[in-house]
């Protein structure tokens, strides 16, 4: 993988799997923990996808849609209360499972959903509560 992008490398096997950098999608992916296997998109992406998408500045990020528009998605990471906004031409692939302790957890198992509905439906309560652990942690440094 040394000499090819993960698009190319996606392109020519028909999935990625790796073990991430960052916080942002705790507690679903831990960082050095668990592995992601990301495949290309086979459709029309949805609500509570996860996309792996390329920022302008040339990196990698995997997020959340929490919105789907007409021209582009509502981008958030699980463990993250501010939103981004990106078309499909940045997206690269979807998520299809979590390999957490050695066992894989598609993206279609009843715990996984469960999961995407109380941590994203919440998401106005989530964002409250980070925002204010943010802003307590900035205070104590203080």
């Not at 789907?68 to 692939?93: A, F, L, M, P, S």
């Amino acid at each position: 993988m040394i000499d090819s992008t993960i698009e190319e490398h996606l392109a020519k096997t028909g999935k990625f799997i790796y073990s991430n950098k960052g916080v942002s999608m705790l507690p679903l992916i831990r960082q050095g923990r668990d592995l992601i296997r990301v495949e290309p998109i086979k459709g029309k992406l949805k609500k509570y996808d996860v996309v792996l998408y390329k920022r302008s500045e040339g990196l990698y990020v995997l997020h959340r849609i929490i919105k789907v528009r007409d021209y582009d998605y509502v981008i958030c990471g699980d463990n993250c209360w501010t939103k981004e906004y990106v078309n499909d031409q940045r997206i690269i692939g979807v998520l299809t499972a979590v390999i957490r302790d050695g066992k894989e957890i598609p993206v279609t198992h009843w715990m996984y959903r469960l999961y995407v509905h109380l941590w994203c439906d919440l998401f106005p309560v989530r964002a409250f509560i980070l925002h204010g652990i943010s802003w307590i942690k900035r205070l104590v440094k203080k």
